[in-house]
C-alpha cells in the first residue's frame, strides 16, 4: 500500500489538533491531555464557530453509537498473537458497549491493509510523519485504527524517540484519540496505538487492558472525572465502596501503581459515574431502543438532577453561574442514613459552557489558527450548568441523593473542567441538599454558594477611553462575567522596562492560587 506524508489540516478534536501534526513544531500527534476536555460527561462539545448551529452546545458522538474499529495485521506481542491481540481489543470495548442505558454497539470491521510498523510509519526530515491511508484522519472508511506497535517504533515515531520503550509503558501503553470531526458534531475518525513493549509477560497484560479502556473511552467522546479522590489521596482512608465508587476516567494515577492492581483491585470495573457519563452523551431513548436489542431506556429506568450552581450577593441571593465546580450527587443509604461512597455521579458545573473564546488582546485563534470559538456553547444560561442524569435507585422505588460541591483537586485532577491550564476553588460554601428521586424523575435544584465573592466597582472603559490607573501602579479589580473586557490606561516613560504582577485574592481578600 502507498504512504503519504502526511501534512494536511484536518479538523480534530484535540487541543493538540491531530493525531498526525506534533506541537513544538517536532512530530505530531496527539494523545491523551486536550485543553479543551470537558469533564463528568462529554470531552468535546461543539461550538458556534465550524460547526452547524443547530449543533452549538451538543457533545461531539459518534454517528448513532455505532463503533466500528479495524485492528492491525500483526502481533501485538510474543505472547499476544494477532487473535490474541483482537480478543483483548474486543473485550476493551465491550466495556463500555455493554452498558444497558447506553446506545452504544461496537463491532470489529476486519483489519487493516498492512501490518502497521516503524517500517510504514516514519518521521521525515521535516517533522512530519509518513503513515499509511488507511490509519490517516481522512481514513474514515476505517473509523477507528488500532494499531500493534510490536516494538515500541511507531509509539516512537509519534511521540519522540524512546516513547516506545519498556520503561515508557506506565505513560505510553496505549495512546490514542480522536483526529477529524464532522460539522454535525460527529467524531469521523479515531486512532489507537498500543505498544507491544508494555506486553511481554502475562503480568503486564491487565495493566495494558486497564490503558486501553480508558484510551476508549476517550475515543468514545468521555472527558476525565473527579469521584472519590480519597483512593488516590488516601485522606480518608479508602473503604470498599470507595474503590467501587472511583471512575476509571480519573484524569491521572500515583506512580507506583505497577502493576496497577497494587492500587486498584478492579481497575477497568466502570463505576456509577463512568456508566452515568457514557450514557448522558448516548442515551438509549425511545426512539433507538430497537436497534439496542437488550438496552434499557435511560431516562426511564434512572434519576436526573440537573442545575447551575451560583455565586450570591451579599443578600444571599443569586447573582452569576459560578463555572468549574465540582458537583456530586451520592445515594443517601436507607439503613445507614449515610451518602454512599459507591452510588455516586458528578458534573463539573459549567462543562457545556465555553472554556476560552479569547479577547482582542490574546486573540481569537489558537496556535494553529483555529478560532477558539469552535468548542463550548455560548449560550450564556449554560454557565455553570450542571447535568447529573443516570442516577441509578439502589433499592425500593425512590431514593434520596444528597448534592454537595467540591473544588476540584489541582494535582489529581488537573485536566477536569474547562480551565487551563488547571482548575479553580470554589468561591464561598454550600450546605448538602438533599433531592427525592425516582426512576424516570427529572429534578431541577440549583446551587448557591454563600459569602461567595463579590464583584468590585468599576469605571467604564473601552479601547478608544480605558480607564485610568493610579499613578504609583498599584490598583485593585475584579473578573467579572464572561465576555467582559476591561482596558486601563497606565501614562509610563519611553526607553523602560514594565512589568506587570497580578495576584489572585479569595472572597476573604487572601491571596491565592486557586481562585474562582
Not at 285 to 313: C, E
Not at 344 to 350: D, F, I, P, Q, T
Request: include cysteine.
Amino acid at each position: 500500500m502507498s504512504i503519504e506524508e502526511v501534512t494536511m489540516r484536518t479538523r480534530v478534536a484535540f487541543t493538540v489538533r491531530s493525531l498526525l501534526l506534533r506541537l513544538a513544531g517536532l512530530m505530531a500527534i496527539i494523545l491523551t491531555l486536550p485543553l479543551l476536555s470537558r469533564a463528568g460527561g462529554p470531552k468535546n462539545v461543539a461550538g458556534s464557530s465550524y460547526f452547524d448551529p443547530s449543533m452549538t452546545g451538543q457533545p461531539l458522538v459518534w454517528p448513532a453509537g455505532a463503533i466500528t474499529y479495524y485492528t492491525d495485521q500483526g502481533d501485538l506481542s510474543p505472547i499476544l498473537p494477532n487473535a490474541s491481540a483482537n480478543s483483548l481489543v474486543a473485550g476493551s470495548f465491550n466495556q463500555w458497549a455493554s452498558v444497558t442505558s447506553a446506545a452504544l454497539a461496537s463491532v470489529s470491521g476486519g483489519v487493516l491493509a498492512e501490518d502497521v510498523s516503524g517500517a510504514n510509519v516514519t518521521v521525515n526530515a521535516d517533522g512530519t510523519i509518513s503513515m499509511p491511508l488507511d490509519i490517516q484522519s481522512t481514513a474514515t472508511g476505517t473509523p477507528i485504527g488500532v494499531v500493534y506497535d510490536a516494538d515500541g517504533s511507531v509509539t516512537d515515531a509519534l511521540l519522540g524517540a524512546g516513547a516506545g520503550g519498556s520503561g515508557q509503558c506506565f505513560f505510553n501503553a496505549v495512546v490514542g484519540g480522536t483526529d477529524n470531526y464532522g460539522p454535525l458534531a460527529t467524531y469521523q475518525h479515531g486512532l489507537i496505538v498500543i505498544n507491544g513493549q508494555c506486553a511481554q509477560q502475562s503480568s503486564q497484560l491487565i495493566d495494558v487492558q486497564y490503558r486501553l479502556v480508558r484510551a476508549i473511552g476517550g475515543v468514545l467522546g468521555l472527558g476525565w472525572s473527579q469521584l472519590n479522590v480519597n483512593v488516590q489521596t488516601g485522606s480518608p482512608h479508602p473503604t470498599s465502596d470507595d474503590y467501587a465508587g472511583f471512575p476509571v476516567m480519573h484524569f491521572t494515577d500515583p506512580w507506583n501503581c505497577v502493576p496497577i492492581t497494587l492500587c486498584y483491585a478492579n481497575p477497568y470495573q466502570l463505576s456509577t459515574d463512568d456508566v452515568a457519563a457514557i450514557s448522558r452523551i448516548y442515551p438509549v431513548t425511545a426512539q433507538n431502543q430497537s436497534g439496542f436489542p437488550g438496552k434499557q431506556i435511560f431516562s426511564a429506568t434512572t434519576a436526573r438532577i440537573h442545575g447551575s450552581v451560583y455565586f450570591t450577593d451579599p443578600h444571599g441571593n443569586r447573582s452569576q453561574p459560578m463555572q468549574g465546580v465540582n458537583v456530586v450527587a451520592r445515594w443517601i443509604d436507607p439503613g445507614t442514613g449515610q451518602p454512599s461512597r459507591r452510588y455516586a455521579a458528578s458534573s463539573v458545573s459549567g462543562f457545556l459552557f465555553s472554556g476560552n473564546e479569547g479577547n482582542p488582546i490574546t486573540g481569537l485563534e489558537d496556535a494553529l489558527g483555529e478560532s477558539l470559538a469552535e468548542w463550548g456553547s455560548d449560550d450564556t444560561s449554560l454557565q455553570g450548568f450542571f447535568d447529573l442524569a443516570g442516577l441509578p435507585i439502589p433499592s425500593g422505588t425512590s431514593a434520596q441523593y444528597q448534592l454537595t460541591v467540591e473544588a476540584l483537586d489541582p494535582y489529581w485532577s488537573a485536566q477536569v473542567g474547562s480551565y487551563s491550564p488547571g482548575p479553580v476553588s470554589p468561591s464561598g460554601s454550600a450546605v448538602p441538599i438533599t433531592v427525592t428521586v425516582s426512576a424516570g424523575s427529572n429534578v431541577t435544584q440549583d446551587i448557591l454558594l454563600n459569602n461567595s465573592g463579590q464583584p468590585l466597582a468599576e469605571a467604564a472603559s473601552s479601547w478608544t477611553s480605558p480607564a485610568a490607573l493610579p499613578p504609583g501602579g498599584d490598583w485593585v479589580s475584579s473578573l467579572n462575567q464572561w465576555g467582559n473586557t476591561d482596558y486601563f490606561l497606565l501614562p509610563v516613560q519611553a526607553n523602560r522596562t514594565l512589568s506587570i504582577a497580578v495576584t489572585a485574592l479569595d472572597e476573604s481578600g487572601r491571596a491565592g492560587e486557586l481562585k474562582a
